[in-house]
């Protein structure tokens, strides 16, 4: 096999939390008179930075800056993580990736808090040899963390694969060095996700069977 290691993205890739972010962000919309948004429009506008999402939302930071709300979903989010599902096939990918004998690691825009929690709800550490996030809830720093990760690992980079379901992680992979795949059933579109020029599958097996061919 050409690759060696999965670098995974988390939330979207292999937690299905697209309609639960959709649902606390809605209770966040409607906590202020504003417009809920659809599971349509939240593919076609999901992006990064997350600030940016937020305002095509309709948040005015002149008016109340981006960490209240930003805290508020995190939040609402964190209450009821326990509900959060990962996507049907994300255990049986993990393994047959493990059974195939590539090095796993996770990089995630999450807080490192938000994700140890999360992950440790699941109960899937073991597949990891890293865990990745940021010391931060607002998305930020997702890209030097993955260099510095990289650049620490005995590979090199054509050896390396990240799988993620965002613009985002393309860009990410990009500025590391590693190859991309992409998922359809995350925060963004599929039709968003084949713009970038990255394979663009419709779940993760489909994904690992790409890889091991």
């Not at 939330?11 to 919309?29: A, H, P, S």
């Not at 890293?130 to 720093?141: E, M, S, T």
Request: hydrophobic fraction near 40%.
């Amino acid at each position: 096999m050409k690759y060696k290691h999965i670098i995974w993205d988390w939330n979207g890739t292999l937690l299905d939390d697209r309609l639960f972010c959709i649902e606390i962000m809605n209770q966040v919309l409607k906590k202020r008179g504003m417009k809920a948004m659809s599971e349509t429009w939240f593919l076609d506008n999901f992006c990064f930075p997350v600030k940016d999402y937020y305002i095509k939302l309709g948040f005015d930071f002149n008016k109340e800056s981006f960490e209240i709300s930003g805290s508020e979903f995190i939040n609402g989010y964190m209450d009821r993580v326990d509900e959060i599902p990962l996507h049907s096939d994300a255990v049986v990918t993990l393994n047959k990736a493990k059974n195939l004998g590539l090095t796993q690691s996770l990089l995630s825009a999450s807080s490192q808090g938000m994700l140890d929690d999360s992950l440790k709800y699941h109960e899937i550490n073991s597949f990891f040899i890293k865990i990745l996030g940021q010391d931060n809830h607002y998305a930020y720093g997702k890209e030097q963390t993955g260099k510095e990760w990289v650049e620490q690992l005995n590979f090199n980079s054509n050896e390396i694969i990240l799988i993620g379901d965002t613009l985002h992680d393309k860009e990410v992979a990009d500025i590391i060095g590693a190859d991309c795949a992409l998922v359809g059933t995350g925060h963004v579109s599929s039709k968003r996700l084949k713009e970038t020029g990255a394979p663009v599958f419709n779940n993760l097996i489909e994904t690992l069977d790409w890889i091991s061919n």
